[in-house]
């Protein structure tokens, strides 16, 4: 009986309150003319999962896009550029959130504040929308965590090399950067 109780409670907490942390496209793929793709720089020290979420705003479906590479392990990521696949839209980023890399599961929500970042966008077909560059950081205090993401210059350029970088195949799709300084 211990043991079917044990087993009710680690379905239910796999089934509440976890991250579906979109996969990042791999850097050979090759470009499907019928998707949009996001991506952004990341930056992530001393934390698990950090997410943004994009919201379709014709269907209200849901895409999470991990600041850094999604690992079973908390580890650190320096300058790297992640990109998923979205269907074509208007998005908004209504949130971002922490979570437990090994479970996925949520830790904390925060509002998006960043009037660039939060403004709508429209994700076209064949086209590649660019948020921004991000460090997402952890702070302990008091035994308390304090989660933070913060944005960091990046010009329209340098934004739309670094994407050609880790994703030579699909580099030279249309290039949109959220924000971005010009």
Not at 18 to 29: G, L
Not at 63 to 73: C, E, F, M, T, V
Not at 129 to 145: E, H
Request: charged share 20%; hydrophobic share 40%.
């Amino acid at each position: 009986m211990k043991s079917l109780r044990i087993a009710f409670v680690i379905a239910l907490s796999l089934m509440s309150g976890c991250a579906s942390i979109e996969p990042s496209i791999k850097p050979s793929d090759v470009a499907d003319s019928e998707a949009a793709y996001v991506a952004g720089k990341f930056t992530r020290f001393n934390s698990g999962g950090f997410a943004f979420v994009l919201v379709n705003q014709s269907s209200g479906k849901e895409y999470n896009i991990s600041l850094g590479s999604d690992s079973a392990l908390p580890k650190n990521v320096a300058d790297q550029v992640v990109a998923i696949k979205v269907p074509p839209g208007m998005y908004t980023l209504s949130y971002w959130f922490t979570y437990g890399t090994l479970t996925k599961e949520r830790s904390d929500k925060h509002a998006i504040t960043n009037l660039a970042l939060s403004a709508p966008f429209l994700a076209s077909s064949g086209s590649i929308v660019f948020l921004g560059k991000y460090l997402a950081d952890t702070d302990f205090s008091s035994g308390r965590a304090f989660w933070s993401i913060k944005s960091q210059k990046i010009s329209e350029t340098q934004a739309r090399e670094d994407f050609a970088e880790a994703y030579p195949i699909l580099g030279k799709l249309e290039f949109f950067c959220q924000n971005c300084w010009r």
